[in-house]
């Protein structure tokens, strides 16, 4: 059963435009949510994060919004440009008294933004 | 920097082969994570490690067995390589501290391909 899930496979903008990219979880112990982009050929690299305690984190142009009671987090990139075109993963952790924390990924979006 | 190195980027084995997948870590983290990426499945982790000689399964272990001897490095090995297994295989680690949440940082990737 997929905990966490991206609905779209793909998305593709335009450049300057907005980007966002949806997330939804269904386990209501997760209270903290992290973003990946991956680029072909690479690993994952962090991009942001969000506690439960926010509902809003902002890193240039990257933004993270949480909604907890819809279960559903989104990520606003803007203004969008063609070094964004890369796969996108939402994870989502909950708290394990300070040992290992594991991290559940969605299925990732592929965004391709449009010179 | 973090630096996550994979032994290799790319592996081609037959099947039944005994496949062993090194990572290192230069962090000192005491966590680390092996993870296998397929399409429209995402991150799926196998095996994790908070200490040395420590192990534990995560959500798809069949197949696959771990080896941690020393801190810096987390083996990945398949006993009997299968087809079922040609997937892009993912090592992260992350460090275990005060802070609650820590992101992983992971390794750029090794291409298995079972013949």
């Known amino acids: 059963d997929q905990q966490v899930k991206q609905n779209s496979p793909s998305l593709s903008v335009q450049e300057g435009r907005i980007s966002i990219l949806n997330c939804d979880y269904t386990n209501s112990m997760f209270d903290y949510f992290l973003w990946y982009k991956k680029y072909p050929a690479e690993g994952p690299t962090f991009l942001i994060s969000i506690s439960s305690i926010k509902d809003k984190n902002e890193d240039g142009r990257f933004t993270v919004f949480l909604n907890k009671s819809a279960k559903h987090l989104s990520l606003h990139i803007v203004p969008s440009q063609p070094g964004d075109s890369a796969v996108y993963f939402c994870a989502a952790s909950g708290f394990h008294g300070g040992a290992t924390n594991k991290l559940i990924f969605g299925t990732g979006t592929l965004l391709a933004v449009q010179p | 920097d973090v630096k996550v190195t994979q032994s290799s980027r790319y592996l081609v084995k037959r099947t039944g082969e005994k496949v062993f997948l090194e990572c290192v870590q230069d962090m000192d983290h005491e966590n680390m994570f092996w993870y296998r990426q397929d399409p429209g499945l995402g991150l799926r982790l196998i095996y994790f490690?908070?200490?040395?000689?420590?192990?534990e399964k995560g959500d798809i272990p069949e197949g696959y067995s771990v080896s941690r001897e020393k801190k810096e490095r987390f083996s990945l090995i398949l006993e009997s390589a299968s087809t079922n297994q040609t997937s892009m295989y993912l090592c992260?680690?992350?460090?275990?501290?005060?802070?609650?949440?820590?992101?992983?940082?992971f390794g750029p990737g090794t291409r298995l391909t079972v013949l």
């Open positions: 992260a680690s992350s460090p275990t501290g005060t802070d609650i949440y820590n992101e992983q940082f």
């Open positions: 490690s908070y200490d040395v000689k420590m192990k």
